[in-house]
């Protein structure tokens, strides 16, 4: 519909101008209907067309998604619960505040994740964050979500850039951001076994290239992140402000949305 | 008396926050994760560790008010405290939360205001608490009702009367800043009267007559009565009775005046504490309605802003008003019947719309959106919230540890009589072998005749499928303690390195108490990884006290310091309901937890994961 609509509009304004001579005012009023109706059709076109131009925050609740934004928005420090709702903000991402991209954090509580499948389609990149302090304890539940967001369909096609933020990284007991890579690397490799081996979804005929059925890697091979289409790479990062290097540490992870942003990766 | 008291937006953030003392463990964040997400606001208080929450929200910004307290006290105020700091806060940084919703670093140092404010609000409503109590010692006879219709107390009556309305009066005029409290109790014990004095409820001849005549005479108010003028008053006190000058004093009066009826009030004690004046009371009737119109305005005159007839027309047309409880009450009595269409349990329902309102009153409706629209948008996600499993549901993961444990993963099936325990046991067994992992099933139907048989059949069933599978089943026979079969299966298990122990149960009622123990002990001697609850998809509201019994006995004959529930829950039959799929939605309600499997037909492979959205679609279809 959308690609007649201006050509169909075209070829009655023409006819349109004709009619005003010898019509009048109920001409001049179809002009004016044919002229909103393709301005509706126009509206509508914008409307349901997704534009990808957001960065997601996503992760295990607990490991600093709502913090990190508050720290790239203004460089400020909140206290925060548990999220309840997704956060969306702007933020800039160089110094004179040119380059700026809509980042949208959402709930990482196992009963709101599902809400990562609605914001995959407008995402451009999304920043996997983890509490890297506490990855040897979590390592499943945060390698399952990790592993639902890689077997989206729409994170495969389109291949978005995944950044692993190892969030808490001043904390002593926090791993480095290549174990930890590392690790979900491992964890994914067993987890692929078992969700392929589990049963079938109730509706599993009906939807036959469904998201869950999608095989990461290769198979026979030990999977690593480089196996995937889309680009993983991790970094090491803090939101906690006490020296003076504060701003370094979320450095990487926004020198990496500037990439993103900028369509350079 | 109060712990901690924090006001956050749902994304996350505190705004403000109060510690009188520093919290063990994270009551709020617990409050989130099992109320809020859950579903679950249609409860008015929520228990953490030592502690009682309390929380209220405040939709159209996207603001949650939490108030923390030890559990051991009973503070009654805290509800209105909630309600008071909610309206305070609101109104006081209106502009700054309209901003909060589209930042989300907002510096703490814009509410600061808040301190003081919220420090008065308490002491006023801890002095109000205190005195309340210091009052309940038993009344005197004096102050009885009996008394006044006795000659004596008729007598004194007249003079009380004046003496309470004036002692009103200054209430009313001092400190015009601070008395929203008050104003909110006021306001509160009016809203009392009115639902105590339903309509339903005002039977008897003589309250009707009295009620006609009064609204007749009087719409809005009832008559005052005479001021008695005993010739000392104050200065302040005769400047508040002048009315002659329309100052703000004067207003804060007429204000303070519209959310009461002098009539309806209640009897005034000699310290100035304030009771509601019950239904029995003679006269009271009448004015009733006269109270109920007048908060009905005040109402009204707040929503719209007093911008006049224009605004609130154009304010319809944009659809920028928001949903009342009285525009929810009918859509929501709709939805709620036709989830129970749906075969969901009643009470579910019923609490499952109560949260849902309580998410969406106060929210401002988009342009050409129907209420209706909203609440099923509403209802929507919060039947996906309640179904979204919140543990894994990867078994074999779970199978796959305990293997590099080098212990047998032990599984145990119960559920009532009929539901196919053993049935599902064999499908659950069937993909289990299929993903080349060895099984022990432990007979452990001790009762039924012809269990063990049964079992033996699907065990040569299975291992005919399977040429290289390793099946094998360990029963002993009937009559024997079931436990104890139990206990030696899974040891044998471990001699031989089987991967699975299936234990399969006799399926016994709820109610029934010797064999609810005897199932609670084999759970507590044997303390296996996974207790699934066999259900089937035909029951309606029989399936919550199926899992609160179970539940409940696992608890209650355990005799373990941290005792055993349900993990997770297989749903029979469901090919047989077609869309009525409410036992989903009731079972993981009740328990929170996750259904594993659904069955859906009479072979080995009509094994199913169940499809959360699929089940929501079908819940949601008219």
């Known amino acids: ?265 | 008396m109060l712990d901690h008291f924090t006001v956050f937006t749902k994304g996350g953030v505190v705004l403000w926050s109060c510690a009188f003392s520093t919290l063990r463990g994270q009551p709020v964040d617990d409050l989130v994760r099992e109320v809020l997400v859950e579903e679950r606001t249609g409860e008015r208080a929520f228990e953490s560790g030592p502690y009682t929450v309390k929380w209220t929200l405040a939709n159209e910004l996207n603001l949650v008010f939490v108030a923390v307290y030890q559990k051991i006290l009973q503070l009654a105020y805290v509800e209105d405290l909630l309600r008071t700091a909610r309206r305070a806060f609101t109104e006081m940084f209106a502009e700054t939360l309209q901003e909060c919703l589209t930042v989300v670093a907002v510096p703490k140092d814009r509410f600061v205001a808040f301190d003081a404010k919220f420090a008065s609000i308490v002491r006023k409503l801890e002095e109000r608490e205190y005195t309340s109590r210091a009052n309940r010692a038993p009344r005197r006879f004096e102050d009885t009702k009996k008394y006044q219709n006795t000659l004596e107390g008729s007598r004194g009556r007249k003079g009380d009367e004046a003496s309470m309305k004036r002692s009103n009066t200054r209430d009313t005029t001092d400190a015009s800043a601070e008395d929203s409290a008050d104003a909110d109790g006021i306001r509160r014990n009016v809203e009392a009267l009115r639902l105590r004095g339903g309509p339903g409820k005002r039977g008897g001849k003589s309250s009707k007559n009295g009620g006609s005549a009064a609204s007749s005479k009087a719409p809005k108010k009832a008559p005052r009565k005479k001021r008695v003028w005993d010739g000392s008053a104050t200065a302040e006190e005769a400047k508040a009775l002048d009315f002659s000058q329309g100052g703000d004093g004067a207003d804060a009066d007429v204000a303070a005046e519209q959310l009461i009826d002098r009539a309806a009030l209640g009897s005034q004690t000699r310290d100035g504490l304030y009771n509601v004046r019950s239904l029995g009371d003679a006269g009271a009737s009448g004015s009733d309605q006269a109270s109920d119109e007048d908060s009905d305005d005040d109402d009204d005159d707040a929503s719209a802003g007093g911008g006049g007839g224009m605004y609130s027309f154009f304010q319809r047309i944009t659809g920028q008003k928001a949903i009342t409880e009285s525009d929810l009450a009918p859509v929501m009595s709709a939805m709620k019947e036709h989830l129970v269409k749906k075969n969901v349990a009643a009470h579910i329902a019923d609490h499952l719309c109560k949260s849902v309102s309580e998410g969406i009153v106060g929210m401002k409706l988009g342009t050409f959106k129907s209420v209706k629209a909203e609440v099923k948008r509403q209802m929507e996600t919060a039947l996906t919230r309640i179904l979204t499993p919140r543990t894994s549901l990867d078994v074999l993961r779970d199978i796959f540890a305990a293997r590099d444990e080098h212990r047998p993963y032990t599984m145990v099936f119960v559920g009532v009589n009929g539901v196919g325990k053993s049935t599902n046991l064999s499908k659950t067994c069937f993909w289990l072998l299929q993903n080349r992992l060895s099984v022990l099933i432990a007979a452990c139907d001790t009762f039924r005749s012809g269990a063990v048989e049964q079992l033996r059949v699907h065990a040569r069933n299975l291992r005919a499928l399977e040429q290289t599978a390793r099946i094998e089943l360990y029963e002993r026979g009937y009559g024997k303690d079931a436990a104890g079969i139990a206990k030696d299966a899974v040891s044998y298990a471990k001699a031989n390195k089987f991967d699975v122990v299936l234990v399969d149960t006799a399926g016994r009622m709820q109610d029934n108490e010797p064999l609810m123990r005897s199932l609670s002990k084999l759970v507590s001697v044997n303390n296996p990884d996974k207790i699934i609850f066999v259900g089937e998809a035909l029951v309606g509201n029989e399936a919550v006290d199926q899992l609160t019994k179970f539940n409940q006995a696992l608890k209650d004959f355990s005799g373990l310091q941290r005792p055993r529930q349900i993990d997770g829950i297989i749903l029979t039959k469901f090919d047989t309901i077609d869309d009525k799929v409410g036992a989903a939605l009731s079972m993981t309600f009740i328990t929170g937890q996750p259904i594993l499997f659904v069955g859906t037909g009479q072979t080995y492979t009509d094994l199913k994961s169940m499809n959360v959205s699929h089940v929501v679609q079908a819940l949601l279809r008219d």
């Open chain 1, 1 to 265: 519909m959308s690609t007649t609509a201006p050509a169909a509009t075209h070829s009655h304004a023409s006819a349109g101008k004709n009619e005003v001579a010898l019509f009048g005012l109920p001409a001049l009023l179809l002009i004016v209907a044919i002229v909103s109706i393709a301005i509706a059709a126009v509206y509508l076109r914008r409307a349901s067309g997704v534009k990808a131009d957001s960065i997601l925050l996503v992760g295990a609740r607990g490991s600093g998604k709502t913090n990190m934004l508050a720290r790239l928005e203004h460089d400020a420090w909140v206290e925060t619960h548990t999220s309840l709702k997704d956060n969306s903000v702007m933020v800039a991402l160089d110094d004179e505040g040119k380059l700026c991209t809509r980042v949208i954090d959402v709930p990482g509580h196992e009963k709101l994740r599902y809400q990562t499948h609605h914001f995959t389609p407008v995402a451009r990149g999304i920043v996997f964050v983890l509490d890297a302090a506490r990855l040897g304890k979590d390592i499943r539940q945060v390698a399952e979500y990790l592993y639902d967001i890689l077997t989206d369909s729409r994170v495969a096609q389109r291949e978005i850039p995944i950044l692993l933020a190892c969030h808490k990284a001043d904390l002593a007991t926090a791993y480095a951001p290549k174990r930890c890579r590392e690790m979900l690397e491992t964890e994914i490799d067993r987890i692929r076994v078992t969700r392929t081996a589990a049963v079938d979804s109730q509706t599993a005929e009906q939807e036959q290239h469904s998201a869950a059925e999608r095989y990461l890697g290769y198979e026979g091979e030990t999977f690593r992140f480089d196996h995937l289409p889309n680009d993983v790479q991790e970094v090491a990062c803090s939101s906690l402000q006490e020296t003076s290097e504060a701003n370094d540490r979320l450095g990487s992870v926004k020198e990496w949305m500037a990439d993103v942003a900028a369509g350079r990766t």
